[in-house]
């Protein structure tokens, strides 16, 4: 069973930055998909970022696309998230998820997940 934790969030203000990490248990990181979802309070969980383990392939929502970066550091297995020019909207619990699968926007397509991390921007 692959256990992911999540770290570095936090409170902000808006235009500030954060980066987010994700620490994979497993043996399988360097041959494994994994990506970033958030849910804010009151709506539905929603896809931010995604990179496969062939060739770092990436994948974005168009809300973060220019703003955000996902990265992969496999020797250590470790998944990041930097966030830069933070907006009072991507204020959420971002969580990490895992996926054997090929790069996906779709959260039923994941495996395993994180418990969570909480990202506030204030205005």
């Known amino acids: 069973h692959v256990h992911l934790v999540e770290s570095g969030g936090g409170l902000v203000q808006a235009g500030g930055s954060l980066r987010l990490s994700c620490a994979h248990s497993g043996r399988r990181f360097s041959t494994t998909t994994m990506g970033w979802f958030r849910q804010a309070p009151g709506k539905e969980r929603e896809f931010v970022a995604a990179?496969?383990?062939?060739?770092?392939?990436?994948v974005y929502a168009d809300s973060v696309k220019g703003r955000f970066t996902i990265s992969r550091d496999n020797p250590k297995n470790t998944l990041y998230l930097q966030m830069n020019d933070l907006k009072v909207d991507d204020t959420a619990v971002y969580y990490c998820t895992a996926s054997q699968g090929t790069l996906s926007i779709v959260a039923a397509e994941y495996d395993n997940w994180g418990q969570g991390n909480q990202v506030a921007v204030s205005s």
């Open positions: 990179i496969s383990w062939i060739l770092d392939n990436t």
